[in-house]
């Protein structure tokens, strides 16, 4: 389905609709499908059981509760999700640093009311298994990034098979892309699966980057707003590469890469997004 819209522009809500919740959570994907984003992007690690998360940082500190829970800090504030077991991880309280933090000033604007956020206490931190349900119900696309592994030692289950094992037991593979800043993820994962779509996720520059998406079988490029041109877009789509950029927030730059020809605004505002698309659409 990813294939099949390569010659759109659609929204990725970044780790969910994650201006709205908190960030990669079931609150914040369920925002993201309400509010009409096409795909989501979220992260995936594994905990010291071998089992897939949907959490972005290697610490816990900046989205749970660990701090309140000591006998969780295994490693003090380097405690982190592969340090804990499936169950330690599940105690964890992922919602409630939301209205603690306020941390895109939507609370303080009234867009999201403070009853709502302070409802968000208690929220876990999902594991794969729970997301991909929602992915199959829901019908969006999952653009799920793997966690570069290899700084905190690997697994008894690598994070690629673990991953693959999930998408293929929800029948999901269709709908998702598997993008990672660990290019080599990429290359096993093509081994094993030739057409699963792959993306390269990136935030260095890359020169020749339709040379080195094609040399790892990607289908598309991932990389940061900061470094990339309306010339770099072209380029990469006239060589039949989608490209989904990371991360756009502000209605301006929204408008001008979907206006430039990129296939996806990975973007915490799923619904900035999809105005900006609309926007460049109409005209």
Request: net charge negative; proline share 4%; glycine share 6%.
């Amino acid at each position: 389905m990813f294939t099949e819209k390569a010659n759109e522009c659609i929204t990725h809500a970044h780790r969910g609709a994650r201006a709205y919740a908190p960030e990669n959570t079931m609150p914040a994907f369920r925002k993201a499908h309400e509010l009409g984003a096409e795909a989501i992007e979220l992260d995936v690690n594994l905990t010291r059981d071998g089992y897939a998360v949907i959490y972005h940082d290697y610490v816990l500190t900046r989205t749970t509760n660990i701090a309140e829970l000591p006998h969780l800090q295994k490693h003090g504030k380097k405690t982190g999700i592969h340090h804990l077991t499936l169950d330690e991880v599940r105690a964890l309280d992922a919602g409630k640093w939301y209205a603690e933090t306020d941390p895109h000033g939507q609370i303080n604007n009234g867009v999201v009311p403070a009853e709502i956020a302070a409802a968000f206490a208690g929220t876990t931190i999902p594991t794969l298994d729970e997301l991909l349900i929602f992915i199959k119900s829901s019908g969006m696309l999952l653009n799920l990034e793997i966690k570069d592994q290899t700084q905190i030692g690997d697994h008894r289950h690598t994070i690629i098979h673990t991953i693959l094992e999930q998408i293929f037991k929800h029948d999901v593979k269709e709908q998702t892309m598997i993008s990672s800043f660990n290019h080599d993820y990429l290359t096993k994962i093509y081994a094993e699966i030739p057409d699963m779509p792959l993306g390269v996720l990136t935030e260095k520059r890359i020169e020749k980057s339709v040379e080195y998406c094609k040399k790892l079988n990607a289908s598309a490029f991932h990389p940061c707003r900061t470094f990339t041109t309306a010339d770099d877009i072209k380029k990469l789509r006239e060589a039949g590469l989608m490209v989904n950029i990371w991360t756009i927030n502000s209605e301006h730059e929204l408008y001008a890469f979907a206006h430039w020809g990129t296939s996806g605004l990975i973007s915490d505002f799923p619904d900035r997004a999809l105005a900006a698309i609309q926007a460049v659409r109409s005209r």
